[in-house]
């Protein structure tokens, strides 16, 4: 194969790559699904192939970890610190007024 041929398939196996991460990221709470989503696709997907590389070496060591983050977290049933700022879990203030 000639050097052309080569550099499109590495593009298209990095595309690949790249859009499984994001979609494993889409599926984690939001605290975790923010640092690995932080950037844009098509940010990643139009890099270069080394930063494309790059990125794909640090997302699947941060998934590694988020995992074991949020797994540790259900199994010791503590809740994220976000849970409890949400709207569904404040009540009304009965302040005297």
């Known amino acids: ?5 080569q550099q499109v398939i590495l593009s298209r196996r990095l ?5 499984r991460l994001y979609s494993i990221g889409d599926a ?4 975790e699904r923010q ?7 098509d940010t990643v997907r ?3 192939l080394l930063l494309q590389e790059l990125w794909i070496d640090c ?3 941060f998934i590694l970890q988020a995992r ?6 259900q199994d010791s049933s503590q809740r994220a610190i976000t849970k ?3 709207p569904s879990n404040c009540s009304p203030s009965t302040g005297s007024g």
């Open 46 to 48: 139009t890099a270069k």
């Open 35 to 41: 640092l690995i989503c932080k950037d844009l696709i």
């Open 15 to 19: 595309e690949r790559m790249v859009r």
């Open 68 to 73: 074991k983050r949020i797994k540790n977290q």
């Open 84 to 86: 409890f700022f949400l």
């Open 59 to 61: 997302a699947k060591a």
């Open 28 to 31: 984690f709470p939001d605290l």
């Open 1 to 5: 194969m000639d050097a052309f041929t």
